[in-house]
Protein backbone atom coordinates (compact mmCIF):
# COMPACT_ATOMS: atom_id res chain seq x y z
CA UNK A 1 0.00 0.00 0.00
CA UNK A 2 2.77 2.55 0.76
CA UNK A 3 4.64 1.55 -2.56
CA UNK A 4 1.42 2.21 -4.15
CA UNK A 5 1.19 5.40 -2.56
CA UNK A 6 4.22 6.89 -4.14
CA UNK A 7 3.63 5.34 -7.37
CA UNK A 8 0.63 7.80 -7.53
CA UNK A 9 2.45 11.11 -6.53
CA UNK A 10 5.07 9.74 -9.06
CA UNK A 11 2.81 9.12 -11.61
CA UNK A 12 0.65 12.25 -11.13
CA UNK A 13 3.52 14.38 -11.49
CA UNK A 14 5.14 12.17 -14.67
CA UNK A 15 1.57 12.61 -16.15
CA UNK A 16 1.61 16.40 -15.86
CA UNK A 17 4.16 16.81 -18.11
CA UNK A 18 2.52 15.07 -21.21
CA UNK A 19 1.40 16.80 -24.48
CA UNK A 20 -2.49 17.07 -24.76
CA UNK A 21 -3.75 15.60 -28.06
CA UNK A 22 -4.10 17.66 -30.87
CA UNK A 23 -3.24 19.36 -33.92
CA UNK A 24 -2.01 17.40 -37.24
CA UNK A 25 0.31 15.49 -34.88
CA UNK A 26 -2.54 14.13 -32.62
CA UNK A 27 -2.31 10.30 -33.84
CA UNK A 28 1.41 10.14 -32.80
CA UNK A 29 0.88 12.13 -29.51
CA UNK A 30 -2.09 9.90 -28.75
CA UNK A 31 0.42 6.62 -28.99
CA UNK A 32 2.74 7.99 -26.72
CA UNK A 33 0.10 8.76 -24.08
CA UNK A 34 -1.21 5.71 -24.70
CA UNK A 35 1.55 3.85 -23.60
CA UNK A 36 2.67 5.92 -20.74
CA UNK A 37 -0.70 5.82 -19.31
CA UNK A 38 0.02 1.90 -19.17
CA UNK A 39 0.62 1.51 -15.59
CA UNK A 40 3.79 0.51 -14.38
CA UNK A 41 6.01 0.30 -11.27
CA UNK A 42 7.64 3.86 -12.22
CA UNK A 43 10.27 2.48 -10.38
CA UNK A 44 12.99 5.10 -12.01
CA UNK A 45 10.90 8.30 -10.99
CA UNK A 46 10.05 7.33 -8.00
CA UNK A 47 14.11 5.74 -7.52
CA UNK A 48 14.86 10.14 -8.39
CA UNK A 49 12.44 11.27 -6.32
CA UNK A 50 13.96 9.19 -3.42
CA UNK A 51 17.92 9.55 -3.82
CA UNK A 52 16.76 13.16 -4.47
CA UNK A 53 14.62 13.31 -0.84
CA UNK A 54 17.73 10.91 0.70
CA UNK A 55 20.11 13.86 -0.12
CA UNK A 56 17.74 16.88 1.57
CA UNK A 57 16.12 17.72 -1.51
CA UNK A 58 12.44 19.46 -1.28
CA UNK A 59 12.30 21.55 -4.50
CA UNK A 60 10.09 21.01 -7.88
CA UNK A 61 13.43 20.89 -9.73
CA UNK A 62 13.49 17.12 -9.68
CA UNK A 63 10.06 16.73 -11.25
CA UNK A 64 10.99 17.76 -15.36
CA UNK A 65 13.97 14.81 -14.82
CA UNK A 66 11.19 13.01 -13.10
CA UNK A 67 8.94 12.78 -16.14
CA UNK A 68 11.94 12.60 -18.82
CA UNK A 69 13.29 9.32 -17.27
CA UNK A 70 9.96 8.01 -17.73
CA UNK A 71 9.39 8.66 -21.02
CA UNK A 72 12.96 7.87 -22.25
CA UNK A 73 12.34 4.34 -20.31
CA UNK A 74 9.28 4.19 -22.06
CA UNK A 75 10.25 4.68 -25.67
CA UNK A 76 12.96 1.87 -25.17
CA UNK A 77 9.48 -0.41 -24.46
CA UNK A 78 8.09 1.15 -27.45
CA UNK A 79 10.85 0.18 -29.72
CA UNK A 80 11.92 -3.25 -27.92
CA UNK A 81 8.07 -4.00 -28.51
CA UNK A 82 8.32 -3.89 -32.28
CA UNK A 83 8.65 -6.63 -34.90
CA UNK A 84 11.78 -6.25 -35.68
CA UNK A 85 13.11 -6.64 -32.03
CA UNK A 86 11.18 -8.53 -29.38
CA UNK A 87 8.01 -8.69 -31.47
CA UNK A 88 5.39 -8.55 -28.33
CA UNK A 89 1.88 -7.82 -28.92
CA UNK A 90 1.23 -7.02 -24.92
CA UNK A 91 3.05 -4.92 -22.43
CA UNK A 92 1.47 -4.09 -18.88
CA UNK A 93 -2.18 -5.83 -20.46
CA UNK A 94 -2.29 -3.86 -22.51
CA UNK A 95 -1.67 -4.23 -26.63
CA UNK A 96 1.53 -2.87 -27.32
CA UNK A 97 1.55 0.47 -29.21
CA UNK A 98 2.39 -1.30 -32.46
CA UNK A 99 -0.67 -3.77 -32.41
CA UNK A 100 -2.82 -0.20 -32.00
CA UNK A 101 -1.53 2.13 -33.58
CA UNK A 102 0.79 0.23 -36.48
CA UNK A 103 4.48 -0.31 -36.24
CA UNK A 104 4.48 3.31 -38.01
CA UNK A 105 3.59 5.32 -35.56
CA UNK A 106 5.07 3.15 -32.89
CA UNK A 107 8.30 3.96 -34.33
CA UNK A 108 7.30 7.75 -34.51
CA UNK A 109 5.76 7.54 -30.95
CA UNK A 110 9.20 6.02 -29.91
CA UNK A 111 11.04 8.99 -30.97
CA UNK A 112 8.70 11.56 -29.80
CA UNK A 113 9.09 10.28 -26.49
CA UNK A 114 13.05 10.52 -26.42
CA UNK A 115 13.25 14.07 -28.06
CA UNK A 116 10.43 15.09 -25.72
CA UNK A 117 12.43 14.00 -22.62
CA UNK A 118 15.13 16.68 -23.51
CA UNK A 119 12.09 18.78 -24.41
CA UNK A 120 10.56 17.84 -20.63
CA UNK A 121 13.76 18.27 -18.87
CA UNK A 122 14.87 21.29 -20.39
CA UNK A 123 11.98 22.97 -18.38
CA UNK A 124 14.15 22.60 -15.35
CA UNK A 125 16.20 25.58 -16.58
CA UNK A 126 12.86 27.86 -16.23
CA UNK A 127 12.77 26.77 -12.49
CA UNK A 128 15.66 27.85 -11.78
CA UNK A 129 14.35 31.45 -12.73
CA UNK A 130 12.42 31.69 -9.89
CA UNK A 131 15.11 33.55 -7.98
CA UNK A 132 14.27 35.52 -4.45
CA UNK A 133 15.09 38.97 -5.75
CA UNK A 134 14.05 40.63 -2.27
CA UNK A 135 16.89 38.24 -0.33
CA UNK A 136 18.53 39.30 2.52
CA UNK A 137 21.68 39.04 0.65
CA UNK A 138 22.07 39.05 -3.17
CA UNK A 139 25.65 37.81 -3.33
CA UNK A 140 25.01 34.19 -1.67
CA UNK A 141 21.40 34.57 -3.88
CA UNK A 142 23.76 34.82 -6.43
CA UNK A 143 26.19 31.91 -5.82
CA UNK A 144 23.45 29.71 -4.93
CA UNK A 145 21.58 30.23 -8.15
CA UNK A 146 24.79 29.62 -9.79
CA UNK A 147 25.10 26.30 -8.23
CA UNK A 148 21.51 25.08 -8.52
CA UNK A 149 22.44 25.67 -12.34
CA UNK A 150 26.07 23.93 -12.52
CA UNK A 151 23.47 20.71 -10.84
CA UNK A 152 20.94 21.29 -13.63
CA UNK A 153 23.82 20.91 -15.82
CA UNK A 154 25.01 18.18 -14.85
CA UNK A 155 22.24 16.04 -14.23
CA UNK A 156 21.55 17.33 -18.12
CA UNK A 157 24.90 15.61 -19.28
CA UNK A 158 23.73 12.47 -17.43
CA UNK A 159 20.48 12.25 -18.77
CA UNK A 160 21.72 12.53 -22.47
CA UNK A 161 24.90 9.73 -21.60
CA UNK A 162 22.82 7.27 -19.81
CA UNK A 163 20.53 5.99 -21.98
CA UNK A 164 22.72 6.68 -25.56
CA UNK A 165 25.62 4.70 -27.06
CA UNK A 166 27.45 4.26 -23.87
CA UNK A 167 24.39 3.17 -22.23
CA UNK A 168 21.10 1.66 -22.97
CA UNK A 169 21.70 1.89 -26.65
CA UNK A 170 25.04 0.15 -25.99
CA UNK A 171 23.34 -2.71 -24.24
CA UNK A 172 21.03 -2.98 -26.44
CA UNK A 173 22.87 -2.93 -29.50
CA UNK A 174 24.96 -5.87 -27.77
CA UNK A 175 21.59 -7.99 -27.06
CA UNK A 176 20.20 -7.26 -30.60
CA UNK A 177 23.40 -8.48 -31.88
CA UNK A 178 24.05 -11.40 -29.70
CA UNK A 179 20.57 -13.09 -29.16
CA UNK A 180 20.92 -17.04 -30.14
CA UNK A 181 24.02 -16.63 -29.45
CA UNK A 182 26.20 -18.38 -26.45
CA UNK A 183 26.99 -15.46 -24.51
CA UNK A 184 30.22 -15.15 -22.25
CA UNK A 185 29.67 -14.01 -19.10
CA UNK A 186 31.35 -10.54 -19.67
CA UNK A 187 28.71 -10.04 -22.84
CA UNK A 188 26.06 -10.90 -20.60
CA UNK A 189 27.58 -8.41 -17.89
CA UNK A 190 27.54 -5.57 -20.55
CA UNK A 191 24.10 -5.94 -21.44
CA UNK A 192 22.61 -5.87 -18.19
CA UNK A 193 24.88 -2.96 -17.02
CA UNK A 194 24.10 -1.01 -20.15
CA UNK A 195 20.03 -2.30 -21.33
CA UNK A 196 18.80 -1.84 -17.88
CA UNK A 197 21.93 -0.43 -15.43
CA UNK A 198 22.21 2.68 -17.45
CA UNK A 199 18.47 3.55 -16.51
CA UNK A 200 18.45 3.18 -13.14
CA UNK A 201 21.90 4.91 -12.63
CA UNK A 202 21.03 7.90 -14.19
CA UNK A 203 17.91 8.16 -12.35
CA UNK A 204 19.42 8.20 -8.83
CA UNK A 205 22.61 9.84 -9.64
CA UNK A 206 20.29 12.92 -11.13
CA UNK A 207 18.25 12.68 -7.82
CA UNK A 208 21.41 13.10 -6.35
CA UNK A 209 23.20 15.74 -7.92
CA UNK A 210 19.65 17.98 -8.38
CA UNK A 211 20.09 17.53 -4.23
CA UNK A 212 23.68 18.65 -3.95
CA UNK A 213 25.27 15.54 -3.64
CA UNK A 214 29.23 15.69 -3.42
CA UNK A 215 31.46 14.06 -5.78
CA UNK A 216 32.19 10.63 -3.87
CA UNK A 217 28.41 10.99 -2.65
CA UNK A 218 27.49 10.51 -6.63
CA UNK A 219 30.05 7.78 -7.72
CA UNK A 220 28.74 5.60 -4.79
CA UNK A 221 24.68 6.07 -5.71
CA UNK A 222 26.11 5.40 -8.84
CA UNK A 223 27.65 2.36 -7.70
CA UNK A 224 24.48 1.19 -5.46
CA UNK A 225 22.26 2.00 -8.57
CA UNK A 226 24.66 -0.27 -11.22
CA UNK A 227 23.84 -3.28 -8.43
CA UNK A 228 20.68 -2.56 -8.26
CA UNK A 229 19.58 -2.49 -12.13
CA UNK A 230 21.63 -5.60 -12.30
CA UNK A 231 19.39 -7.72 -9.99
CA UNK A 232 16.62 -6.34 -11.24
CA UNK A 233 17.33 -7.78 -14.69
CA UNK A 234 18.14 -10.60 -13.15
CA UNK A 235 14.21 -10.63 -11.51
CA UNK A 236 13.50 -9.94 -14.60
CA UNK A 237 15.03 -13.48 -16.27
CA UNK A 238 13.11 -15.95 -13.30
CA UNK A 239 9.86 -14.21 -13.62
CA UNK A 240 10.24 -15.16 -17.40
CA UNK A 241 10.59 -18.62 -16.26
CA UNK A 242 8.26 -18.86 -13.28
CA UNK A 243 6.19 -15.74 -12.77
CA UNK A 244 2.42 -14.84 -13.47
CA UNK A 245 1.61 -13.69 -17.04
CA UNK A 246 -1.74 -11.81 -15.37
CA UNK A 247 0.85 -10.23 -12.75
CA UNK A 248 3.70 -9.74 -16.07
CA UNK A 249 0.61 -8.32 -18.52
CA UNK A 250 2.41 -10.21 -20.79
CA UNK A 251 3.59 -13.64 -21.81
CA UNK A 252 6.00 -15.83 -19.82
CA UNK A 253 9.06 -17.99 -21.67
CA UNK A 254 9.59 -14.90 -23.98
CA UNK A 255 13.05 -14.68 -23.55
CA UNK A 256 13.27 -18.81 -24.42
CA UNK A 257 11.44 -18.49 -27.61
CA UNK A 258 13.30 -15.34 -28.69
CA UNK A 259 16.99 -17.43 -28.41
CA UNK A 260 17.93 -14.98 -25.51
CA UNK A 261 20.81 -16.56 -23.08
CA UNK A 262 19.90 -15.01 -19.76
CA UNK A 263 21.44 -14.57 -16.78
CA UNK A 264 19.68 -18.17 -15.23
CA UNK A 265 20.65 -19.87 -19.29
CA UNK A 266 23.82 -19.46 -17.94
CA UNK A 267 23.96 -19.77 -13.76
CA UNK A 268 21.11 -21.65 -13.13
CA UNK A 269 17.30 -20.64 -11.76
CA UNK A 270 18.30 -21.03 -7.73
CA UNK A 271 22.12 -19.08 -7.97
CA UNK A 272 20.17 -16.25 -9.96
CA UNK A 273 18.28 -15.75 -6.98
CA UNK A 274 20.80 -16.57 -4.59
CA UNK A 275 22.73 -13.52 -6.37
CA UNK A 276 19.94 -11.44 -6.27
CA UNK A 277 19.25 -11.71 -2.62
CA UNK A 278 23.29 -11.22 -2.30
CA UNK A 279 23.51 -8.17 -4.73
CA UNK A 280 20.57 -6.44 -3.32
CA UNK A 281 22.39 -6.47 0.60
CA UNK A 282 25.50 -5.30 -1.26
CA UNK A 283 23.38 -2.24 -2.43
CA UNK A 284 21.52 -1.89 0.74
CA UNK A 285 24.97 -1.79 2.63
CA UNK A 286 26.62 1.21 0.37
CA UNK A 287 22.82 3.09 0.94
CA UNK A 288 23.72 2.91 4.68
CA UNK A 289 27.17 4.56 4.26
CA UNK A 290 25.52 7.31 2.80
CA UNK A 291 23.81 10.49 4.62
CA UNK A 292 20.36 10.92 5.26
CA UNK A 293 17.46 8.32 5.97
CA UNK A 294 14.88 6.89 3.58
CA UNK A 295 13.33 4.33 5.05
CA UNK A 296 11.05 4.25 2.00
CA UNK A 297 13.83 3.83 -0.44
CA UNK A 298 15.67 1.28 1.47
CA UNK A 299 12.56 -0.83 1.23
CA UNK A 300 12.18 0.01 -2.32
CA UNK A 301 15.37 -1.62 -2.97
CA UNK A 302 14.69 -4.67 -0.46
CA UNK A 303 11.52 -5.01 -2.52
CA UNK A 304 13.36 -6.11 -5.84
CA UNK A 305 14.25 -9.25 -4.46
CA UNK A 306 10.60 -10.56 -4.34
CA UNK A 307 8.79 -8.61 -6.96
CA UNK A 308 6.60 -10.83 -8.72
CA UNK A 309 5.81 -8.03 -11.77
Not at 111 to 120: I, K, M, Q, R, V
Not at 132 to 147: F, G, L, V, Y
Not at 163 to 176: E, F, L, R, S
Amino acid sequence: MEIQTHVNEVEKIVLSYMPPEEGYARTVLSAMNYTMTAGGKRLRPMLMLETYRLFGGDQRIVEPFMAAIEMIHTYSLIHDDLPALDNDDYRRGRKTAHIVYGEDMAILAGDALLNYAYETAAKAFDLLSDRDNNAPDPKQEDTDHIRRMEQVIKAYTILARKPGIYGMIGGQTADVELTGKQLTEEELNYIYENKTGALIEASMMIGAILAGAKEEQAAAVEKLAGIVGYAFQIQDDILDIEGSAEELGKPLHSDEENGKVTYVTIHGLDKAKQDVARMTEEAVEILDTLPGNNQFLRELILSLISRSK
